[in-house]
């Protein structure tokens, strides 16, 4: 028995042209697409003219559950195909689980390139991005959210991030209050008709807020070494204002060190300074 293949066909992320002739040829050859939204990659297929083999849903609540239905397929020598509802497959989607049982049991993975956002996104922000790191969507719960900013401030080049609509303004708070102000581009619909790139500073983009709050974003933070630049004014400026409203000194230096990019030693020695002066 011929042994089967998993297809990673990534699908437009906005505009239809933007589909490879590839993936119209393996979607229109596999026995089985397994797909994120059955019912959006019906509707996409019929914009092609491609009559839809067998679907089935494989999305993150059902993933583990359809391995086995699955592996049976491909171990009777089927090719299948596995979609998302836009983009590249596996990347901050669902596919991870069943691309490691397929090399598990030595099933061919083939890997079409095609759309993604995070491309088109770090080659339009304008930041060196010859090097970055791709965190994906920030963690909600608090310690896991502040373990993953400290790599975005901590990284000398660039980190991109996905973020939904309803949560990028409270995303760029936090990026500047744990970062310090740094230079970002904010890239909203890509490939689609309100393709929008704002580019800035974290500070003024959040004083001179205009983002519509559509669409999914990728947002390209400038990494430790491209930091703006916050000289010892500036900070002694905001360690006065927050001074008789700190905890302790040691709290605000860190609140410092966080804010404005600066070592936690330099921060306190800084507060420390400031605190002498007033007494």
């Given at each position: 028995?011929?042994?089967?293949?998993?297809?990673?066909?990534?699908?437009?992320?906005?505009?239809?042209?933007d589909?490879?002739?590839?993936?119209?040829?393996?979607?229109k050859?596999?026995?089985?697409?397994?797909a994120?939204?059955?019912?959006?990659?019906r509707?996409?297929?019929?914009?092609?003219?491609?009559?839809?083999p067998?679907?089935?849903s494989?999305?993150?609540?059902?993933e583990?559950?359809?391995?086995?239905?699955?592996?049976?397929?491909l171990?009777?020598?089927?090719e299948?195909?596995?979609?998302t509802?836009?983009g590249?497959?596996?990347?901050?989607?669902?596919?991870?689980l069943?691309?490691?049982?397929?090399?598990?049991?030595?099933?061919?993975?083939?890997?079409?390139?095609?759309?993604?956002?995070?491309?088109?996104?770090?080659?339009?922000?304008g930041?060196d991005?010859?090097?970055?790191?791709?965190?994906?969507?920030?963690p909600l719960?608090?310690?896991?959210?502040?373990?993953?900013?400290?790599?975005?401030?901590?990284?000398?080049?660039?980190?991109v991030?996905?973020?939904?609509?309803?949560?990028?303004?409270?995303?760029l708070?936090?990026?500047?209050?744990?970062?310090?102000?740094?230079?970002?581009?904010?890239?909203?619909?890509?490939s689609k008709?309100?393709?929008?790139?704002?580019?800035?500073?974290l500070?003024?983009v959040?004083?001179?807020?205009?983002?519509?709050?559509?669409?999914?974003?990728?947002?390209?933070?400038?990494?430790?070494?491209s930091?703006?630049q916050?000289?010892d004014?500036?900070?002694?400026?905001?360690?006065d204002?927050?001074?008789?409203?700190?905890?302790?000194?040691?709290?605000?230096?860190?609140?410092?060190?966080?804010?404005?990019?600066?070592?936690?030693?330099h921060?306190?020695q800084?507060?420390?300074?400031?605190?002498?002066?007033?007494e």
């Open positions: 028995m011929p042994a089967g293949r998993v297809y990673l066909v990534p699908v437009p992320i906005g505009n239809l042209g589909i490879t002739q590839r993936a119209l040829e393996t979607l050859s596999v026995a089985l697409i397994a994120e939204d059955t019912r959006k990659t509707f996409l297929l019929s914009q092609y003219g491609i009559k839809p067998r679907l089935l494989l999305h993150k609540y059902n583990k559950q359809r391995l086995a239905e699955i592996l049976a397929l171990d009777a020598g089927s299948i195909a596995v979609v509802d836009a590249s497959p596996g990347i901050s989607d669902p596919a991870l069943l691309i490691q049982a397929a090399i598990a049991k030595s099933i061919t993975i083939t890997p079409l390139p095609g759309p993604t956002a995070l491309i088109p996104a770090v080659t339009a922000s930041l991005c010859s090097e970055f790191q791709f965190l994906g969507f920030l719960k608090l310690k896991e959210r502040r373990l993953r900013l400290d790599r975005v401030r901590d990284h000398p080049s660039p980190s991030l996905y973020e939904a609509p309803h949560r990028v303004r409270r995303t708070e936090d990026l500047f209050a744990h970062c310090g102000n740094r230079e970002i581009c904010l890239a909203r619909e890509i008709l309100y393709e929008e790139f704002i580019r800035g500073d500070e003024m959040l004083r001179d807020w205009t983002v519509t709050e559509k669409g999914e974003f990728v947002i390209v933070v400038a990494g430790r070494e930091a703006v916050t000289d004014d500036e900070i002694g400026k905001y360690i204002e927050r001074l008789s409203e700190a905890a302790s000194l040691k709290s605000l230096a860190l609140e410092v060190a966080e804010r404005f990019s600066v070592s936690r030693n921060a306190y800084l507060v420390l300074s400031h605190r002498n002066k007033e």
